[in-house]
């Protein structure tokens, strides 16, 4: 096969709270992907990075008595060992904050104005005299027009209403309590309603490649008629605006954050000596595109990062697969720091190895639906088939021979009709995988480990020693090909579980293609895969 060039770009989290189990769930199909890709041996550029900017981290450090940096340098930390515990392996895990980023950003904002997309615009905007200054949303404190409760200028904090700040009432500001007035602002605006026809055509053909969810969502935003957007805000956190006197606000996040993907990966390619423009390119028939983030984040991935790069008219590659996950309930009710109803990644990294995480959400995670989690959910899943059906496939086979046959096996044939399945196995895995189907993968994986346990029982290995050496290392040598692939099959999904059963293998190579053991065989480590959780 062809080997292809694969970009891979996870959304950038958040950086104002640890990630939770909602991050986890979105972003792993990322990692899984990289590692297919990787060991099928194409090229991969897999990014992503910590989102450092905007006034919710403006206002977690005024809470804190702290400064936005420090905020958002703690969490950009925080992710980064969070996602090693987890086993990610990004190619550049980023942040918003780097000097490159800002750079890069900048001279796409002065593309973005020369190409004429970005144009002034005066529009009113609250303003506190008293400050003397103009607020942006969580600056604005006030009343719901929906339910009378408090609310800020984007979200009222009693029934959760998303709103404009046009909308609530009697609006004061948050610092002094006064009232505000509205004032003229100059801002630059993106002309986002000019890429209305070519984003439709963009939906159209990617009827087959991006989720329901995706294409329902950016279809709605079409049809109600896309308007211009602002790119920049009244704050002084963020990138600075290449534009004179400009110099009291930054460029939006909406705007900054979707090009980290560019930054990102062009930082890689510098790293390893490669041309990112000809390797993101149009052209390059040998690129595949997968964005991989929560279905909040639709409309970022499907409209305004399509239209940027529109915009800045390099021929980038539009997105071909978006894999867009949906909501993690937790114990059936919706997660929310508010109600406290909430577990971050590292509460359940103190209860379950990442294996078993990243098992449970790729098969029982939001692929196309919400789903619900809950700590004892994930014991049972893990009990019943990570230790009673691949752990007792594994371990039955290797326990057996060195118990009795001090570890070692004799070169034996292996079952036509198991080298058959197997390398369909492999093909169908690989079909689910590359379409961003993983539930499908992994169903294909658990009837592989199945088959192995049938195999092994009605083989009979037990009494095959007895009655018919020869039949029962056939038997013995076929499941410890099964093994074998099953250390590669499971990579993606669990790596840790595969490095273990490839060191009782004593073979370090991962391939994604049937593999075969050769020789007469000795185990020379035996270590349990997995060991049974209390529920």
């Not at 020369?114 to 303003?127: A, H, L, R, S, T």
Request: proline share 3%; net charge neutral; hydrophobic share 35%.
């Amino acid at each position: 096969m062809k080997k292809r060039d694969v970009f891979i770009g996870g959304a950038w989290p958040y950086a104002n709270y640890y990630l939770h189990v909602g991050h986890l769930a979105a972003l792993l199909p990322g990692d899984v992907l990289a590692k297919y890709f990787r060991i099928n041996g194409d090229r991969v550029i897999y990014v992503s990075g910590s989102d450092c900017h905007g006034t919710p981290i403006t206002e977690r450090a005024k809470k804190e008595n702290s400064e936005p940096e420090n905020i958002a340098k703690h969490y950009h930390l925080e992710f980064e060992k969070t996602f090693k515990n987890l086993g990610f392996e990004y190619d550049n895990y980023s942040n918003t904050m780097s000097i490159f980023h800002k750079n890069y950003v900048k001279k796409c904002f002065e593309k973005l104005m020369k190409n004429g997309y970005i144009y002034e615009k005066y529009v009113p905007q609250d303003f506190c005299k008293k400050c003397n200054k103009f607020l942006s949303d969580r600056e604005i404190k006030g009343i719901c027009p929906k339910c009378g409760g408090k609310s800020t200028g984007e979200q009222c904090e009693d029934c959760l209403i998303s709103l404009d700040s046009s909308q609530v009432l009697k609006k004061h500001c948050k610092d002094c309590n006064s009232e505000l007035v509205m004032k003229n602002n100059k801002h630059l605006y993106f002309k986002l309603s000019a890429f209305q026809e070519n984003l439709q055509k963009l939906i159209n053909n990617r009827q087959n490649t991006w989720r329901s969810n995706a294409l329902g969502e950016s279809q709605k935003f079409i049809d109600m008629g896309l308007i211009d957007r602002a790119a920049t805000r009244q704050i002084n956190w963020g990138v600075e605006v290449p534009v004179e006197n400009y110099e009291d606000k930054r460029i939006y996040v909406w705007i900054e954050a979707v090009l980290g993907y560019l930054s990102a990966g062009e930082k890689v390619a510098e790293n390893e000596n490669l041309n990112f423009h000809e390797f993101l390119s149009d052209d390059n028939e040998k690129l595949i595109t997968y964005y991989v983030h929560g279905k909040d984040n639709i409309p970022f991935h499907t409209i305004i990062f399509p239209a940027l790069l529109m915009g800045l008219d390099e021929n980038y590659r539009m997105p071909d697969y978006i894999i867009s996950s949906a909501y993690v309930n937790l114990n059936n009710e919706k997660m929310s720091k508010r109600t406290g109803n909430l577990i971050t990644a590292n509460e359940l990294l103190e209860i379950f190895k990442k294996d078993t995480l990243r098992y449970y959400f790729t098969f029982y995670g939001p692929e196309t639906r919400d789903s619900n989690c809950s700590v004892d959910e994930i014991k049972k899943i893990h009990n019943k088939f990570l230790v009673g059906a691949l752990g007792n496939f594994v371990n039955r086979n290797f326990s057996y021979i060195v118990k009795n046959f001090d570890g070692k096996i004799p070169e034996a044939d292996i079952d036509e009709k198991i080298i058959e399945h197997t390398e369909q196995v492999y093909k169908n895995m690989s079909s689910s995988i590359e379409k961003g189907e993983f539930k499908n993968a992994v169903v294909y994986l658990n009837d592989y480990i199945n088959l192995g346990n049938r195999y092994y029982d009605e083989r009979k290995p037990w009494n095959q020693v007895k009655e018919n050496i020869k039949e029962f290392n056939n038997t013995i040598y076929t499941c410890l090909y099964i093994i074998n692939n099953l250390s590669n099959l499971i990579y993606p999904f669990m790596p840790d579980t595969a490095k273990k059963i490839k060191n009782m293998l004593s073979v370090s190579e991962y391939k994604w293609e049937p593999s075969s053991i050769k020789g007469d065989f000795q185990i020379k480590i035996l270590e349990l895969l997995f060991e049974r959780l209390e529920c």
